[in-house]
């Protein structure tokens, strides 16, 4: 089942902060985050795995809330390069399947 | 060096076509996948192989089939296209079945069916 994003859109001046949420209604066995800008590729961000182990930036932050099957992606003094769509992407258990959620779109103006 | 490199970047054809699109990646990594991406932006998963396996073969159409030749390819045939199939196709990659592992996509073919 597709994870759901909040916000869908959020428009920042350069050097603000942004939250970007994502749930899912299934237990979580991790959840990845991308970005990707407009023509090309999604790009790796973060990966967070049950347990409390992360992979990724060490600019980007996350959190992992494994009861609630919550992730939040942190994004602080925003830069205009952070611009783009963020997705997060849900790996249940028992289903090595990564499901891709709604996405936000992220504009960064100066 | 390009990680994943996908041909051809843009495919333009008639309704009822077959085409294919080819992905190779260099990074030495057991499982490949496919992905659409729609209009809409939503990203979904077609296919994964692992070391030339099937894993995962998402509700697709028969008229895709996949191919994967050797660990370092997936390929990606499409008979009888139709106005639907127009999307943005990326391949990805990752070093390992699992989900714990991050996956590096290619540039995507934009394929439109007219």
């Known amino acids: 089942q597709q994870p759901v994003q909040s916000p869908q859109a959020v428009i920042l001046r350069e050097g603000e902060d942004a939250v970007i949420n994502c749930s899912s209604s299934k237990a979580l066995y991790s959840v990845h985050w991308y970005r990707q800008k407009h023509g090309e590729a999604p790009v790796f961000l973060m990966i967070?795995?049950?347990?409390?182990e992360q992979k990724g930036h060490d600019k980007i932050s996350a959190s992992f809330n494994e009861k609630k099957q919550q992730s939040s992606l942190y994004l602080t003094a925003s830069q205009l390069s952070y611009s783009g769509t963020y997705f997060c992407g849900n790996v249940n258990f028992g289903n090595e399947k990564l499901t891709f959620g709604t996405g936000t779109r992220l504009t960064i103006i100066p | 060096d390009t990680a994943v490199s996908q041909t051809p970047k843009y495919l333009v054809t008639q309704m009822g076509n077959d085409k294919s699109i080819k992905c190779e990646q260099n990074l030495g990594h057991d499982t490949m996948y496919w992905y659409k991406q729609d209009s809409k932006k939503f990203l979904k998963i077609m296919f994964s192989y692992n070391n030339k396996e099937l894993i995962i073969n998402e509700t697709v159409p028969n008229r895709f089939s996949p191919k994967s030749p050797d660990k370092a390819h997936l390929n990606l045939h499409i008979n009888s296209l139709e106005l639907g199939d127009s999307a943005v196709y990326f391949c990805a990659s990752s070093p390992t079945w699992g989900g714990g592992n991050e996956q590096f996509f290619g540039p995507g073919t934009r394929l439109t069916v007219l």
């Open positions: 967070l795995l049950k347990g409390g």
